[in-house]
């Protein structure tokens, strides 16, 4: 399954330029690990992290100018980094496997003369296969809606970023024998992602690959009040972001994956106290019902009347045992309204599912709290912290020598950030 090893964002709120990870021109520095971990005081821009991942998968999806309304983001001018006139930059370094040669998204969203926002700037790269050193290969260039892509497996050709992409156009139209290997392309709009649209065509495996990575994101907005809806009956095997269709999931898995979904209900038995068991009813409407069995009491609870705490550890874990898991699972504070006891060993849920199985997925959290921070490595946990300037800076917690020798003398390290050595 696809791993991120790096991700590079500037002027997108209060993260004026920051990088998590390895990124290709960093090629010293460790990759991001299967489960990460952004700790940090109020206000230092944890929210504005997980919300970058939410803007990319929505402007691959929507478009860039929707992207900038959607979720109260409040337009392109209430995201961009205040003070700023450079455009949005994005840079994802990933691999679409263990072994496979590493690929590099960069997406720039500038404001053309009217305020609006367009993709300026698009560029796929990957080395060459025996490449180790220089300059990735570009099999897609595309500035201001228009440019070329390389078909196939086609490697592209080494560019220098300054080079004028309407020259290598014209080098391309007059090169029969090169252009048999590449296209050149023009999208009727210019606020749609190139990968958005080529991203669909049989042509373009590597860009479809990447289009099909993004879309596959799951980014965790989940309500406990959506979770208490009352869905139609009908199974589904995917958890949506809001967790409104609870209910459904577990009808699919007790359905499909009867003994996986048996395990999902000892795990919760342990960690709650007194649940004994979770199913569904059928209403007479037609809606789905998802019950609770408490061992104490004869008749089951309904969802409508757990708690929230309850309802979210389920649905974390429901999600988690997803038998076709999302590449990349991203959730905000999954803390909020959990029991502190429960909190480390939800950290450890995340981990076993995150490293336990070759087509696991990669799992990025944002949180507060020390209790889960325990349960976590120092290569797992990234500080973000205010800069004097008021934007964000990052740092990972094993960079810290003497963090990293307390950690090595079992010290754990959410005591560590609660006694300020990670601050």
């Not at 489960?35 to 230092?44: E, L």
């Not at 024998?177 to 495996?205: F, M, Y």
């Amino acid at each position: 399954m696809a791993k991120i090893e790096g991700i590079r964002i500037a002027n997108y709120r209060v993260l004026k330029d920051v990088t998590l990870g390895k990124v290709w021109d960093m090629p010293q520095v460790d990759p991001l690990t299967p489960m990460t971990a952004v700790i940090g005081r109020n206000g230092v821009g944890k929210s504005s992290l997980f919300d970058a991942f939410g803007f990319l998968a929505d402007c691959l999806k929507l478009g860039v100018e929707e992207a900038c309304d959607a979720r109260g983001r409040g337009g392109f001018d209430r995201i961009r980094s205040q003070g700023s006139t450079s455009p949005i930059e994005f840079q994802i370094y990933y691999r679409e496997e263990l072994r496979a040669r590493p690929i590099t998204y960069e997406l720039d969203i500038d404001a053309d003369d009217m305020g609006r926002p367009y993709v300026a700037r698009e560029r796929l790269r990957q080395r060459r296969k025996g490449q180790k050193y220089g300059r990735p290969f570009s099999f897609l260039m595309m500035n201001d809606g228009r440019g070329v892509a390389w078909k196939g497996d086609a490697q592209g050709q080494q560019v220098e970023e300054d080079e004028d992409l309407t020259e290598l156009l014209k080098r391309i139209e007059q090169n029969r024998e090169e252009s048999a290997e590449t296209e050149i392309v023009e999208l009727q709009d210019k606020r749609r992602l190139g990968i958005a649209t080529l991203g669909a065509l049989k042509q373009h495996p590597r860009i479809a690959a990447f289009r099909q990575f993004i879309e596959g994101w799951y980014l965790s907005y989940f309500a406990p009040n959506a979770a208490r809806s009352l869905p139609l009956a009908g199974p589904q095997p995917h958890l949506s972001i809001h967790g409104d269709n609870l209910g459904n999931v577990v009808q699919f898995m007790e359905r499909e994956h009867r003994n996986r979904f048996d395990s999902i209900l000892s795990r919760i038995a342990e960690r709650i106290p007194g649940i004994d068991r979770i199913d569904t009813e059928r209403s007479q409407d037609g809606r789905l019902l998802l019950r609770f069995n408490d061992r104490g009491f004869d008749d089951p609870f309904y969802a409508q009347q757990m708690s929230d705490g309850t309802l979210k550890l389920f649905a974390y874990l429901l999600m988690l045992e997803d038998p076709e898991p999302p590449p990349f699972i991203c959730i905000e504070e999954p803390e909020n309204g959990l029991y502190h006891k429960l909190l480390e060993v939800l950290a450890a849920e995340f981990r076993t599912h995150a490293t336990g199985r070759r087509n696991a997925p990669q799992i990025f959290v944002t949180t507060h709290q020390p209790y889960f921070v325990d349960a976590l490595g120092p290569d797992e946990t990234w500080i973000l912290e205010k800069g004097e300037d008021g934007f964000s800076t990052i740092r990972r917690a094993s960079d810290d020598p003497i963090v990293k020798a307390m950690f090595e003398e079992e010290l754990p390290l959410g005591g560590l950030w609660y006694s300020d050595y990670l601050d």
